[in-house]
């Protein structure tokens, strides 16, 4: 079956760091983008960035360039999402979704269940 | 940069026809994609390439594109179909992946 498997709830305080994951399964991980979108409570949807795992090419969305880190272990067909001090306004759920690309069109056709991420002290 | 503008929300009986658009000045040189999402739940890609059903996606789902307007069309609106609708575009090389706003689909 192919899917995204994400990593747990997490409860943190202000300050502490945190690094979510995302592993795929059933289809070339190397060979599809992936993307971490955030949705903040009763809001939009929100790129952050995407990854592709061949080569570990990244691009931030200036939003949040500077703000999280985006990385990939290929070997482990794995990309995960990293605060290095979190802030109550990092609240919110986290998707992982693969982008399939061809020329001129990139879309996201599977996505993860979401990881919620609640920041309180 | 662009926006991808849709209205916030739209309201129909069911059995009616509701249309949920997105506008944007490039458009017309972009594809757009569009995902629903039920409460609790991840986004769903119902359309893709503007008019295109991915596999298993009901046939009353439809899209079409006129200018800097695409409108994902749903015919004969369900029960089920109540969701936030999002549609979502980029630029030929990926640098720049956008979603709108979104959209709340009220079934009345």
């Known amino acids: 079956e192919v899917q995204l498997e994400q990593s747990g709830a997490q409860v943190k305080k202000p300050g502490e760091s945190l690094k979510i994951s995302c592993e795929g399964s059933?289809?070339?991980?190397?060979?599809?983008?992936i993307g971490w979108v955030r949705q903040m409570p009763g809001k939009g949807l929100e790129l952050m960035g995407i990854?592709?795992?061949?080569?570990?090419?990244?691009r931030y969305s200036p939003s949040f360039q500077g703000q999280v880190t985006i990385s990939v272990d290929k070997s482990i067909n794995t990309a995960y999402l990293q605060w290095s001090s979190l802030k109550a306004s990092d609240t919110a759920t986290y998707y992982c979704?693969?982008?399939?690309?061809?020329?001129?069109?990139?879309?996201?056709?599977?996505w993860g269940r979401g990881t919620p991420v609640t920041v309180s002290s | 940069s662009y926006e991808l503008t849709q209205p916030p929300s739209v309201s129909v009986s069911p059995g009616q026809t509701a249309r949920i658009t997105c506008s944007a000045d490039?458009?017309?040189?972009?594809?757009v994609y569009w995902y629903q999402q039920k409460p609790g739940q991840a986004p769903l890609l119902v359309m893709f390439?503007?008019?295109r059903r991915p596999s298993g996606i009901p046939e009353r789902f439809s899209g079409s594109s006129s200018g800097t307007t695409v409108t994902l069309t749903i015919s004969g609106v369900q029960a089920e179909d109540e969701a936030d609708y999002y549609c979502q575009s980029a630029d030929n090389s990926g640098s720049y992946i956008l979603f709108g706003g979104g959209t709340k689909l009220t079934v009345l």
């Open positions: 990854i592709y795992p061949g080569d570990s090419d990244i």
């Open positions: 059933g289809y070339r991980f190397p060979s599809y983008w």
């Open positions: 979704a693969r982008l399939d690309s061809c020329f001129s069109c990139w879309y996201f056709d599977l």
């Open positions: 490039t458009l017309p040189n972009q594809y």
């Open positions: 390439k503007d008019t």
